[in-house]
């Protein structure tokens, strides 16, 4: 569900920013510029007490440089609203100094009522890329068979993408849906135009699913990616049994030490969502006023926008 719009004195939120951000060392503020771009994903942020505005604000003391927004059922922006609620989105990013090219969805396919009103208000707005939902495997089909089908579906999308001048990018999620694997990807998008339609890789995700093999799925999907998400995740056990627990940037097992090296070797330059899927606040901190639950989360994001700054400026 959309978040509730609380009010909230502006002036005071700026000033728990200031002080925020003197609590923490700007350590970005010593990294060259980069070509690639970093958006912040906004599904970890849909708190009641956030707004756009906030969000965005937010965001831009952080250190980000632009907000990948949810546009799908339950997001920061439901697709019954996008006419009305996507340009108020989009002006709080720009208001708050960032830029809103990026968005994640549920769409599937061309002829699905609901895809072209999303994709026709987004590119109004300037929106360049989104992310798809995932499909699954036909029942009852063998497996390339079905790969086949999903490929002329994103064809089709790929055809209506052209028309708004927006991009699709198909996000390698772990798991048993269509691109777990990053080969299956490939072998439905390969014959898909890369001007309209591509890869969002996920370089946790492909950790997940490829410990070790994960280089050869990246280069043998690289031509096809157009965006990337950056997360860190590692196997804990839990109650005799083996789980994944999201943590910050540099805490758990992806080495992001060798694949912006890879990235780099590949030459694959494309706009970044960064993604923070571990928790943001504990059940104590929900009780404590807007402004320093405000002040909790923006310090964990400028931090992992920090070290994701570094290893960039390594690169």
Not at 21 to 33: D, E, K, N, T, V
Not at 164 to 183: D, E, F, P, S, T
Not at 260 to 281: C, D, M
């Amino acid at each position: 569900m959309k978040p509730n719009i609380m009010p909230y004195d502006r002036r005071s939120f700026l000033q728990t920013l200031a002080m925020a951000g003197a609590a923490i060392p700007l350590r970005s503020l010593a990294f060259p510029a980069d070509s690639r771009e970093i958006h912040g994903f906004s599904k970890p942020f849909q708190f009641p007490w956030m707004d756009y505005a906030m969000l965005c604000e937010t965001f831009a003391a952080a250190g980000l440089n632009g907000v990948d927004y949810t546009v799908r059922p339950e997001g920061h922006v439901t697709p019954d609203k996008v006419a009305q609620d996507l340009p108020k989105a989009v002006a709080a990013a720009r208001k708050a100094g960032i830029s809103a090219k990026l968005m994640t969805t549920a769409i599937l396919y061309a002829d699905d009522p609901a895809t072209a009103p999303v994709l026709q208000a987004a590119a109004a707005e300037g929106i360049q890329y989104y992310r798809m939902g995932w499909y699954d495997y036909e029942k009852g089909k063998p497996l390339l068979e079905s790969l086949h089908n999903r490929g002329n579906q994103m064809k089709a999308l790929a055809a209506l993408n052209k028309k708004y001048n927006i991009k699709a990018a198909y996000q390698n999620h772990a798991g048993l849906k269509i691109g777990a694997g990053v080969w299956d990807l490939y072998e439905m998008i390969k014959e898909v135009d890369p001007a309209w339609a591509g890869v969002q890789y996920d370089i946790r995700h492909a950790t997940v699913e490829g410990a070790n093999s994960w280089p050869v799925g990246l280069q043998l999907i690289s031509p096809h990616i157009n965006t990337i998400v950056i997360k860190d995740v590692r196997w804990i056990q839990q109650k005799g049994k083996y789980v994944l627990e999201n943590v910050p940037l540099g805490e758990g097992m992806v080495d992001f030490t060798g694949y912006f090296k890879k990235i780099k070797e590949l030459n694959i330059k494309a706009p970044i969502s960064l993604h923070l899927e571990y928790p943001l606040l504990t059940k104590e901190d929900e009780s404590l006023p807007v402004s320093q639950k405000q002040k909790i989360v923006q310090a964990k994001l400028k931090k992992d926008v920090d070290t994701l700054k570094g290893w960039l400026a390594a690169m």
